[in-house]
Each structure stands twice: as C-alpha cells, then as structure tokens.
C-alpha cells in the first residue's frame, strides 16, 4: 500500500545528514527512529517505565506529543489520525495500566483494520515475571488484538523491529502493532544504523490479483444483467476510490458501500445507492437481494451486512476481491476469489470488461428509490435527529471529516450525511466502541488541519471519553462536537422498545446527564444548546465560526425517534422493517 | 420469493494434519495456540520442536473440521506474520508418527502375555518391575490407540503421548 512505502522505504534515503552522535541510548535511537520515519504525531501519556523516552522527546521539535488525558482516548485519537490521514497513528503509553487502558483502542484498531504503532513502557527485563510495580504481560494481553507485536529484549534490535512494526502495521491488510519496550533497554547504549530495506521472508502480503481470476470476473461483470458492486473499508483503506469510482462509472453498475465504505464512493453519483445492512437504504438491500453479480471490493461480508445467511443474495455469482485470503469464503462462498490489492486488481478487471446491457435493472433500481427513499421527518417544535444531521452535513457542504460514536446516532450519521469523499466518516465499526467519537475526531484533527472535523456523538457515548476536552481545549483543535442528546441510550433502547416489550432496563440517562454547556464551559471550551430546529441553525452557525478551540452542542432531538430502514437480527436483508408510518 | 440456499457447506468433518513452519520464538507459538482457542477451532494434537535451522521451529498440528473450517484455520495461521509456511498434509502422501510410553501393571502370569502383544506392535519394554512394565511405542495415532486398546484389560496406569509429527512423503508411488 501507498503509505507503507513512503514510511518505510524513504528512510534510507536522509540516512547520513544528521550530525548526532552514532551512539545513544535506547530511548534516543527510538526517537530518531520515529523521526526517519516521519513520524510527526504522538499520542501519549508518562509514565515511569517511559520516562527516559519522555526525556528524550523534551527537546524534540520535529514530533508533535500530544498529552491526553487517558490511555484509551490516546489509542482512538491515534486511530482517527490514522483513519483521517492514511498514516499510522502512534501511541506512547508506560507499562502496566498504561498499556491496559489502550486495550480498546487497540481491539477497536484492529476490528477495522486501522495502522496503530503502540508503544508501552514495560518494566526492566530482569524483573518482568516478578509482580513488579506496574508490570502487566501487556504482549500476551494483546496478542489477539494485535496484527504483530513485539517485546524487545536486545536494544540491538530496536530499531530493526521500530521499522518492522511500521511496515508491518501499514502494508498489506493493515492493522495494530504493539511494541514493548524494558526500561532497561531505553537506557542502555547503542549504535543507530539507519537500516535500509525491510524485509520480512515469512510476511510476503500478496498485491498483484491472479490473472486469470481476473478475467473471468471481467467476463461474469460483462454479462451480468443485474450487477452490484459491494464495496468495504478496504476501498477506503487501500486508497482504490478513484479506480472504484472510473469502473462504476464506466460500465455503469450500481455501487452500494459498508459503513466503513462510506466515501469511498462519491453519493452525489447518480451510481450510488448508498449504505447497505442492518440500517442500510431500502434500495441497496434490495439491490443486494435481487443482484445476479455481486463484486465485493474489500468488504468482509459482516453479519450487520449480510443479515440472515440463507437470505443473502440468494440469486448472485460473487466476484470478491480482498488483500487478506482468510475474509474470502469466511461468511459466504464466493464462487470467484481473488487475492490481492483493489487498487490494482479493480483497473485489471476494468480494463477487460464491456459495458453491461442495465437499463432494465436500473428501472428496477430507480423505482425502489423513488418509492422507498430515506426520510426526514417533519417538525418545526423538536429536533428530529434525521435532520440533525442534514442541518451538519448543510453547514460543512458535505466536505468535514465525520466522526462518530456508536449507537443511533452513527447510523443516522451514515443515513443522511452525504458521503463523497474518502477518508471522511470514521466510525468504529466493526467493535462498536462507545466512547470512540470524541477522541478519535481529535487525532483526526491533528492530521488533517485544513480540514472541518464534526464528532457527532450521543449524551452516552459522550460521557464515556469527554474528559478530552482537557486535551482538546489545551491544543485549541477546532473541534465541532454535536452531541445528539436523546437522554437515554438510543440504539439499546430502540430494541428493547421494539424486542423486549417497552422495557427500558437501565438505558435512560435522563437524571444523572451533565449540563454539557456548563461542562465545556467548565474546562474552558465553547458550549452551546439548541431544543428546536430554528435554535439548532443558529447554533452551527456559531459554531462553525469558532476555529481557535473546540465547541460542544448540545442538541436535544426528539428522544423516542427511531432509526429506519431497519433488518431486525436473523432477518434477510428485503425483510427490513421501514418504520414507524 | 425462491431463494436458492447458497450456503450450503460440506459439511463432513475431517482429520487433517498441518504442518507449520515458523520462526522459533514463544510469541508465534502462542498465536498459534491463540488462533484456535480464540476462533474455536480444535486441536486433537500438536508438538513442538526445532527445525532444519535453528531459529525456525516445525509444528505438526492434528485437527478436524469440515472442509469450509479447515481452509480457515489454514488461512488463519498464515496470516500470523512469524508463519513461514502452513502445509496441510492431508492432501498429500505423508508419514506421521507418534511415541507414546505405557505402564501397565503386569503381574507374574500376565508379564509374558502383555510381553507378547508389545512385540505384535514391535513395541519395546522400557522399565520393568515386579508389578509394572513401562512399554514404548511408535506409529500412527491408529496403530498406538489399538496397542494401548490392547493392554486395557491388564489395567494402563499412566500414559504419556507426544501427538503426531508428520513429513511429507517423497516418493509418490508412481513407478
């Protein structure tokens, strides 16, 4: 992929122009390290065992250290920063707790196939297994959530596995990649080399697509009458929108996306039939169920997209195209399986397919869109969260970087924003993490400057990670936050309304909720409320306004809204329900 | 609406024996280990030890699965980024053998009895004493379950098994 040649492989090139002295201590080596891979932001928090890093980035101005204010935030602000730019984000927390707490960052990483570097401080290696002071088996804890990780035992090696673990997080299948670092190892001297190439002889990730596999996809796409294309997270992650958006374009077939497709294929092409699954628009279930080729772009066929197996585009022949083989055959069998990176497997196919005969199957498609299109529901006293939405996605004319939290809010968010840019909806959705919003718009914000970044969150999952605003108010980042406060957790409570007979075990909010203005007030940050649309206008207006610290909005939307279409679980995807008429 | 069911998956399980190469270091073991127990595959049995060079390590996995579980415990060990190569024997002609050591209590009239079945099984009588004999024995998982079938009735006191190690064949049998 793209970013892992320009983090890896450029290093060699500045190798000898720096006059520091070829000797230093681990926690230096580390630092230049980081450096010759352009490192530029680093999520972190001290700690003892890391404090000679910590000494040695006292001086540093070529990286930027950002100080959170808790571990977990620190991994999904690198994630989003991460997400935001294509990059890895890195992580620099101190042993025991300190790893721990980005154990969810981590999981969340890893579920959506994000680059992190994760570096925890461990305690000196002569006491590892001996209940030290903060000592906790941060490898063996992460060990599933990680794509590799490393624990260093020789400070000759540390740089070799540093460049490893970047090269290893951004290439192929991307992913988490933690190191452990003894204290003992950061203060112990040794020679930096400026290490060339990186070469793994057991990780060779497979890019170029199987010829012939390609031509037969090329032919089944050629003669389909009612072809789809399914396109994932990998169409975003492996930086194939452009080459997606030519194909789609050029032959003319309908393109629906994941949530974590979402941008990667612009939604203001008429193509476009939008976000499918669980929350997906009518017309792309449909499409999914009555398609007869289906060309799956780094997607996984996750249970949320699929709905009830046995139901799952029953009548395709299924093209899928994935850089990691274990996703090909996992939910649903594909009858042609090609390895490789879509950027270059998707021009391959393109380049060999006709133009398919689909004006019957848009007639079919345009008509479901005409008679089933998503709503925005009427109001003019209360917020409808629906429009909540429109009104952000108005006021940023599309173009900011979305960030969202888990739970209604993030479905509505991907319903009715409209998508056309990569890189622009970041969402943790394959572990749904609650608390991840806020943060991870944060590091997004880092990486991307010039960019207008909106955290739409919920009064739940704000609360979960909104001790931020400390960071966020101490680098004045920009940050627009647009609580959607429904005073209860809106997804838990949709299903017990609908599934478990109106009762709302533990899921109302209502009396423990802070004032959220007083709360940013209270540490220094813009806050705002709106209760009816009017309001809610003035008030992004305000806040787009401010770009010298972030803003939170307090939006109190209509609190037993809720979201449509809808696959209940164990459904198929044409038996969603579209609410409520 | 007809729907064709296309999900219908071979389901009849079966034994397979993987062979793993892989870098030799405890981490990639554990993720070995990890891959199964995390993604509820099974493992019937595994053993561990170095290879031709010594920082790589073969590890002979025996496992059961339908063909769809098979694949992807094959894929999920490639991905393990120390995994040099997963080869699943079961496809090829392979030997696999297995050693297992016996005590088995054997009294004055039933020594020579059991004494005798060890040598149908070309099995070696390791320790002796007045009430036990400790027996080795080497072959294929099949052939060790029937010897140690054999001295059950004799009564097996301890057994101890070190799962299969396996090689592909070279000589296919075409002449």
Redesign the interface.
Known sequence: MAQAKTQTIDSATNKSQTPEPAVLNGAELLIRTLKDIKVDTIFGYPGGAVLPIYDALFDEHDINHVLIRHEQAGAHAADGYARATGKAGVVLVTSGPGGTNTVTGIATAAMDSIPLVVFTGQVPTELIGNDAFQEADIVGITRPITKHNYLVKDVNNLEQVVREAFHVATSGRPGPVLVDLPKDMLNTECRYSGLKKISIPSYKPTEEGHATQISKAAQLLSEAKKPLIYAGGGAVLGEAWEELTAMAERLNIPVTTTLMGLGGFPESKPQSVGMLGMHGTYYANMAMTECDVLLAVGARFDDRVTGRLDGFSPHSKKIHIDIDPSNIGKNVPVDIPIVGDVKKVLPSIDRQATKPDTEKWWDTINTWKREHPLKVPDSETTIKPQLMIERISHYTNGEAIVVTDVGQHQMWAAQHYTFNYPRSFLSSGGLGTMGYGFPAAMGAAFGCPDRTVVCITGDGGFQMTAYELATAVEYEVPLKIAIMNNECLGMVRQWQELFFNKRYSHSILKKGNPDFVKLAESYGAVGLRATNPKEMDEVLEQAMAINDGPVVMDFKVEEHENCYPMVPSGAALNEMVEGDE | ?K?????T?EKTVEKHTLSVL??YNL?AL??II?IFS?KGFEIDSISFGSGKKSDLARITITTHGDV?II??IT??L??I????KVNDLTYDSFVDRELALIKVTATRSSRSEIMQIAQVFRAKVIDISPEKLTIEVTGNRDKVNAFIGMLYPFGVDEVARTGSVALKREFDGNV
């Open positions: 609406m729907q064709t069911n296309n999900v998956k892989v870098s981490n554990s993720r990890g995390g769809q694949e992807q894929k999920q490639n991905k980024i120390d995994v040099v």
